[in-house]
C-alpha cells in the first residue's frame, strides 16, 4: 500500500517518527526556507504556504520522487505561536495557552518535480489545564519548548498540560498522517 517512499521535507523528528511508525518509507531532506510570517498573513495560509514551499523547494532539487512539506503552528486569539524565540518567550506562550483552548494547524503538500500535486491542511482543537507558575517553569527548565509551535510538545511532558484534544492527535505532533495518506492516494488517481 505504501510502496512510494517519500522524501521528507522537513528536519523534524517527530514527522520522522509518525512515518517510521505507520512504516512509510521515506528519507529526510530538510529544505530550510525562511519561515516568516508575512504580514496578515492567517495561520491556515501561513502553514499551507510554508508546506508547499519547502515541497516545492525539494522536489526542484530531486528529479524523480515524492516529496512531503509540512508546516505546524499554534493559533490562540488569531495570534499565531510559532517556535518560541527563548525561555521568556515560551513562558509567554504557556501563560497564554493556560486554561484556554486553542489551535493546531498543519499544512501538508505532496509535490513532484517543483509542481505541487496536492495541498490540505488539518486543524485540531486542544485544551490546556490551567497552569501554575511553578508547572510553567518546570516545563520550560526541561528544555522541551524550544523548537516546537505553541512552545510545548503534547507527545513528551507537556501530555500532563493537556485536558482534552477535539481532532487528530497526529496533527498536534505534527504531521496529520491520515491526511497525507488520502492526498497521497488522490495524486495517483
Known amino acids: 500500500m505504501l510502496k512510494e517512499k517519500l522524501i521528507l521535507a522537513s528536519r523534524s523528528p517527530r514527522r520522522a517518527e509518525i512515518l517510521a511508525a505507520v512504516g512509510w518509507p521515506f528519507e529526510a531532506m530538510p529544505a530550510d526556507i525562511d519561515e516568516s510570517i508575512l504580514s496578515g498573513e492567517d495561520a491556515v495560509t501561513y502553514v499551507q504556504r510554508l508546506a508547499r514551499t519547502k515541497a516545492e523547494t525539494i522536489a526542484a532539487r530531486v528529479v524523480p520522487g515524492l516529496v512531503l512539506g509540512a508546516d505546524t503552528t499554534v493559533v490562540v486569539d488569531a495570534e499565531i505561536l510559532g517556535q518560541p524565540q527563548d525561555d521568556d518567550d515560551a513562558r509567554r506562550m504557556l501563560q497564554l495557552l493556560s486554561g484556554r483552548w486553542h489551535e493546531v494547524v498543519t499544512g501538508v503538500a505532496l509535490a513532484r518535480s517543483g509542481a505541487t500535486l496536492r495541498a490540505a491542511y488539518q486543524t485540531t482543537r486542544v485544551r490546556f489545564a490551567q497552569l501554575s507558575r511553578e508547572e510553567i517553569d518546570w516545563y520550560v527548565a526541561s528544555g522541551e519548548p524550544q523548537g516546537k509551535a505553541g512552545a510545548y510538545g503534547i507527545q513528551g511532558k ?32
Not at 482534552?164 to 492526498?183: A, K
Open 158 to 189: 507537556a501530555a500532563l498540560f493537556i485536558s482534552e484534544i477535539q481532532g487528530d492527535y497526529f496533527n498536534v505532533v505534527g504531521l496529520p498522517v491520515r491526511l497525507v495518506f488520502e492526498l497521497y492516494g488522490q495524486s495517483r488517481a
